[in-house]
Structure formats: C-alpha cells, structure tokens
C-alpha cells in the first residue's frame, strides 16, 4: 500500500522541518502532532525503540493515519551512555544550552575522560491496523570541548563533532547533515522501505 500521507508524531520543529525535507520530494504530505494539535505522547519506554512505537502507535491508533515517530538521543561515553533516552528532558525545562552546560560540567567531573560519543535514532512508522516497522541509524563522533558556533541544527548539535569531520552538526548546512546523521539514516532506511511498497 502506496503511503501518501503520513502523521510525524512531534512537536520538535527542528524534527518537523528534517523529516519535511526528507519526504515531501517523495509526494508524501507530512502533517506533525503540533500541526493537528494532538497531546505529547509520554515516553514510558526503556529503549529508543519502544519510545518511538509508542508515539507512533498511539497516534497511529488515534487518528486512523500511518504514523511515524522517532526517539533519538546522545550518548556519552563519559557518563556510561547518558542522557541517552533522557537527552531531552536532561536539559533543563528542555533549554538545550542549559543542557549542553550540563553535560560538559557532567563530563569534567567524570573519572572516564573519553569524549567519544554516538547519537542513536529509531524512526518507527505505525498503521492504525496495529502492524510496524523500525528503522534505526547511528552517527558516532566526540564531544567538542566547548559549545561550537554554528546557526545550524539543534539540540546538542553544537557539542557534536561526527567522526571524519572537524565541524559539529551546528556548523553543517542542513543537506550535508542529512546525508550523515542518525536520523539521515535511520529516514534513509525509512525510504527504502517505502520504495520497495
């Protein structure tokens, strides 16, 4: 079955825009949750995997449209794999700056002074008949020392410095992150999926 529109359970606008970009050359129209002003799922899981399905399960169910979510994150080598599942609500009130504050003075404090690092995302799309799939990409990288300038990207993009690069995520213009990043990839295997329906 052709998908050809398609529900983004969030409320992230930098997401939002991303997966935008993604999908809509694809002729799927992309309507977010902010979009259909439908509630925050909560985030029950103890994976990125069963974070995912439960957003886009929930929603898929609720309004009868295939649904994707994605639950994604940073973790630290340094501070055994934090903030993983819990990198957005580890900033405080979500304030990225705060959190990227944190994290380093987590990291100075740290015994482990590795600044090696990955960002994981599982993509899941949900059918409102129960049925899935998941997707996941990974981006490994280090943790800069200090918050790199760059308007670009969000979240801890400007802490992130991806591996064969000498630039975070904040710095790279939006196609060029997209080709490399967790979330470019699991959405790369996302398509696949699509063009192989």
Do not use: W
């Not at 960002?119 to 997707?135: E, I, K, R």
């Amino acid at each position: 079955m052709k998908i050809t529109e398609i529900i983004f359970a969030s409320h992230n606008a930098g997401k939002i825009a991303e997966i935008r970009q993604m999908l809509e050359p694809l002729g799927i129209s992309v309507k977010s949750a902010a979009d259909m002003q439908l509630p925050d799922v909560e985030e029950t899981g103890t994976t990125f995997a069963e974070n995912s399905l439960l957003k886009s399960q929930t929603i898929a169910e609720a309004v009868r449209i295939p649904c994707i979510a994605d639950d994604s994150g940073l973790c630290v080598d340094a501070l055994d794999g934090a903030p993983g599942i819990y990198s957005a609500r580890y900033a405080p009130n979500r304030d990225f700056d705060k959190g990227m504050d944190k994290l380093l003075a987590e990291m100075a404090q740290s015994p482990n002074k590795s600044r090696n690092a990955h960002f994981t995302c599982v993509v899941s799309l949900a059918y409102p008949d129960g049925n899935y799939q998941l997707f996941e990409g990974r981006v490994d990288g280090t943790i800069a020392a200090e918050k790199m300038s760059g308007a670009q990207g969000f979240g801890y993009d400007p802490l992130f410095i991806p591996d064969g690069y000498d630039i975070s995520f904040a710095q790279m213009d939006k196609a060029e992150k997209n080709k490399i990043s967790h979330r470019g990839r699991a959405m790369k295997k996302f398509k696949e999926y699509l063009s192989s329906l």
